[in-house]
């Protein structure tokens, strides 16, 4: 391992979220990262991952929550002893949801303003600016507005300013949740270089695969915030499959599931047909420049379909066409009806949606409440009992059920995803649009949430268009795949994609 010191250190940290609360999210946990090195930090959603990772740099419990014991320290200082300013020059932090982070509009404005807050004189910004852009090769991002850009773009973007900042420490929650396998390995090529200027990089991700040639090493976190195993690598990780499975984490060593949806019918109706589809970059002017086009596309009713491509190819802004909140030009008929003559009252009751930021969703202030809400919208009629119980059994298909009276936004984004889809799949849809529905989930969750898609899809005929960027996911639960490459949506045998089938063509 390259680092010699301690970039961080916590030593018997208590922590938990209610003062008189009975479960200590951190209940002593002891955890260091070494200097200049890249370290991972896996484990199931909830075990208190991100929690530790807010601790570290400060956020909690100034923002919340009970430190009871313990202490943390940053290069070899209590994080509690510095100012605001003095933390943010020693460690920053990459959120799950970049747009929780943005305070501007632009990368260039979102630069000026972090330095400004690091008191860096006005003149020495741009320069400051222009550098941290082009040594991440950012700079064409600099001038377009946040909103313009995909998720995995903006997490590009938040990249740029924690390297813009010096902070000697980047913590980063989830950095691919939004990214495509090649996106994937640009981000990690931007941290290569991160590391190379001098800084230590703390990585909390689901998925080792992509970090096992340049993680100097992985650690395992399990319940209460409490490190299962360290030191693994690409070298050794082999050995520590069993773990991974326990703990319910993708292990690139381990096996996989080989689960399917119902094999294509020729003989099932059309729920989804677009013909001659063109979708505009800008979502408001149906004669701009296309994201992409498709020639006859068509869903099956009760089919389940992966849309997959490249960060910003425009996965989204198909499901916001198909929901008449983007542009388009050419036919699309949803159910037998032309899509742009259906009202929109009329859409929503038949379509549902899981967004990929779950939180701008939520109705109430409690994990329980938000599923009986859901179920109270679509049938009025139910008893209370019955409602109870639905919900009950709902919660607990899905590992949240200790988390029933928690307010949603007190969820990881893991979680608050599987919350999400809890909430969608309660509703009598006959349509369900689903952005990353996996994002952000651990192995378990993940085939938990899929399989409870998959069988509302059999037994009920839900047809379901999730977008995904992970091939394996697409492999082994959908039974058809489309994919965005070169500006075109286009067909792919199903169950055997790779991730080479995401490359544009024009960069194969």
Sequence with gaps: MSGNHDALLAENVVFRYFKNGKRNILDHT???VRENTITVLMGKSGCGKSTLAAASCGLLPEDGGVLEEGRILLFGRNIHDMSISGRAKEAAMMFQNPDLQFCMNTLRDEGRFCLGNLSIRPEEMDRRIEEAAESLEMTSFLDRNFHSLSGGEKQKAVLTCLFLMNSRLLILDEPFANLDPASAGEMVGMLRHVKEAGRTILV????ADYWLQDADEIQILTDGGKVAAEGI??????????LFEKEGVFCPAGETHQIRSPEKSTQRDIAIRMTNLAVPRNKTKKDAEPLFTSGDVRLAKGSVTALLGRSGCGKTSLLLTLLKEHMYSGTIIIN???LDQVKKK????ETGIVFQNPSDQFVTQNVEEEVLASLRWWDKSLPDDTLRSRSDELLAAFGLEKYRRYSPYMLSQGQQRRLAVIAALSGGQ???LLDEPTYGQDHDA???VMKAICKKAEQEGLTVLFTTHDTALANEFAENVWVIRNRRLMELPAGSVSPADLIREEEA
């Design 30 to 32: 002891n955890f260091r």
């Design 204 to 207: 909390i991700d689901h998925r």
């Design 233 to 242: 690598t690409k070298n050794n990780i082999a050995s520590y499959a069993a």
């Design 336 to 338: 037998d009806r032309m």
């Design 346 to 349: 009329d859409l929503y009751r």
């Design 430 to 432: 006959k349509i369900l």
């Design 446 to 448: 993940t085939y938990a």
